[in-house]
Nanobody, 117 residues
Framework: QVQLVESGGGLVQNGGSLRLSCTAS????????MDWYRQAPGKQREFIAA???????NYADSVKGRFTISRDNAKKTMSLQMNSLKPEDTAVYYC???????????WGQGTQVTVSS
């Protein structure tokens, strides 16, 4: 079992920045890919960014160039630096991990990000 706790959400003005963090505990040695998703009201949860254990990153087109994902394997943490935030970035942001075991993944409880116009 892996437990994930997000932090860093809040209210920010259009064009502002926030940094989200995700801390993992439990069976963290099984973690492979770490990523961020978000879900806006009335919309499906969508992929934002991913980072492999080796540091390879992947981003959704909607956030490319504005968001930066990073992880510290020793500290079992992952971060998402969000710059140039827009009102359409308003959503609940979720930390997610895939383990080395097929079909095994875990979600955090989510943290609210609100960007005012």
């Amino acid at each position: 079992q892996v437990q994930l706790v997000e932090s860093g959400g809040g209210l920010v003005q259009n064009g502002g920045s926030l940094r989200l963090s995700c801390t993992a505990s439990g069976s963290t040695r099984s973690i492979n890919i770490m990523d961020w998703y978000r879900q806006a009201p009335g919309k499906q949860r969508e992929f934002i960014a991913a980072i492999s254990i080796g540091g390879t990153t992947n981003y959704a087109d909607s956030v490319k160039g504005r968001f930066t994902i990073s992880r510290d394997n020793a500290k079992k943490t992952m971060s998402l630096q969000m710059n140039s935030l827009k009102p359409e970035d308003t959503a609940v942001y979720y930390c997610h991990v895939d383990t080395y075991y097929a079909g095994e993944d875990y979600w955090g409880q989510g943290t609210q990000v609100t960007v005012s116009s």
